[in-house]
């Protein structure tokens, strides 16, 4: 680095003398990444109408941003060994800063879009060199243990605090500062990093790209398949054409994959069982959690008519039942092994979207939302901490990342698909229960009322219709959801036979990243 930074600023193997501020980076560019996970949900009712966006559409505000952080995630992390942790930590810092600071800006849907595009690759570069920083920075032993302590509570918080960020900025300023919010953090930390921050040592390698390019096009041509089905129908050439295209891609990821030297994704990870239906699960699941995100948003923010504000405190329920249960299975899973957790859990999980599934437009938080997800929560909390840990169990040290990233990849890319799903399955209720809503409509509609269903081809706001028909595609969407879980349920009890001896007894800091 440069000779004016301070003489106490770490350099290459070196580690820098204040501890306290090195972490503190390093756990606030995780927070602002997990943050963005969830502070944009609270904004998407205020979003759709300002950038005209269509309930179905809509959801790529989320999946632009997964699909591209999932997809590329291990590259992200790939990069830091090859280039240098520290170098590749500050370019996806200013980079997820830049792309916020375009999404504020986005006049149309497609810009917005375009730049939680950009977030997303931020976010897969400058993720997981942050979770590697530790490493690099702090002693192995208690020191590097209460630092991946602090780093797995900040990420373990990052959603709740994500919701009640989004409420206060969507209702007290507008729902631009979602994303303008990230862009001084993102300066700050860029500036801070050189000087607090010490840089690890590259390792020779090459990047897998034509891996990282084919799994993350294969994935947008499904997602894109399903979201388009939900307007143009399954027979709809271009909606055949996204899936085809879809399906080729990933067939070459992992025909690349076994013929690569150093691939992005070692698929032999895939050989364990337990692993792998760790990994499966996470995927059905995770699934059902974006649904849960999105699709209650819609409903708190419009039958219920909840303030942003209001609606970020409807979700605390959720987190603290999750934040209860982690550490509830933390505790337990040294005894009792972790196939009890992972099957409750996952039959929990279906419990409580099965319940989602009996919403209505009459429904009241406590019996409609609170229930449910509480229920949902609890379950998703005993899942996680015992699918991280077998993630990494059995693994190579220097396949550990590799591992954990896949979990993470998984956990967005499972998002992504199940959300596209839940929308498929919302549309053509929606527009069955439209039908049947419009001709009562039509009859007692004002003039405007009547003007903006002619121009936006959808019930205004507010209105029986509108209620019914968002209760009607939500409800039947989670039938999908409670499926996915079911599947993660059934795994959990055939697939998985681990017990508490096949647990790491070292690697409860990587496996909550």
Known sequence: MSDTLSKNSPTQGGRSPNKGITLAVIAATQLMVVLDATIVNIALPQIRDALDFSTTNLSWVINAYTLTFGGLLLLGGRAGDILGRRRVFIAGTLLFGLASLLGGFAQDGGMLLAARALQGIGGAICSPTAFALIATN??????????????????????????????????????????????????????????????????????????????????????????RAASDGWTDAVTLGSFAVGVILIAAFVVIETRTAQPITPLKLFANRNRTGGLVMMLCLAA?????????????????????????????????????????????????????????????????????????????????????????????????????????????????????????????????????????????????ESKVQLPGFMATATPEQKAWLAEKQEFPKGTGAANEVLAQGISHGFIVGAVMAGIAFVIGIVVIKAKASDLPSDAAGVAMH
């Open 138 to 227: 702090f002693e192995e032993g208690p020191e590097r243990n209460r630092a991946f302590g602090v780093f797995s509570a900040v990420a373990g918080s990052g959603a709740a605090i994500g919701l009640l960020a989004g409420g206060v900025l969507t209702e007290y300023l507008d729902w631009r500062w979602v994303f303008f919010v990230n862009v001084p953090i993102a300066v700050l930390i860029a500036f801070a990093a050189p000087r607090y921050i010490a840089e690890s040592e590259r390792h020779p390698g090459k990047f897998d790209l034509p891996g990282a390019l084919t799994s993350t096009l294969g994935l947008v041509g499904l997602v894109y398949g399903f979201i």
């Open 288 to 432: 059902a959690m974006f649904g849960i995100f999105f699709y209650i948003t819609l409903f708190v923010q419009g039958p219920l008519d909840y303030s942003p504000l209001k609606a970020g405190f409807a979700f605390l329920p959720i987190s603290a039942s999750i934040i209860v249960a982690a550490q509830l299975a933390s505790s337990l899973q040294i005894k009792y092994g972790p196939k009890p957790f992972m099957a409750g859990g996952a039959l929990l999980v279906t419990i409580g979207l099965s319940w989602l599934t009996f919403m209505n437009a009459d429904s009241g938080y406590v019996d409609g939302v609170l229930g449910p997800t509480v229920v949902f929560g609890f379950g998703m909390g005993l899942v996680f901490v015992p699918v991280m840990l077998l993630s990494v169990a059995g693994v190579s040290g220097e396949e550990t990342g590799a591992a954990s990233g896949l979990l993470n990849s998984m956990q967005q890319i499972g998002g992504s698909l199940g959300l596209s799903i839940l929308t498929t399955v919302f549309a053509h209720y929606a527009i069955a």
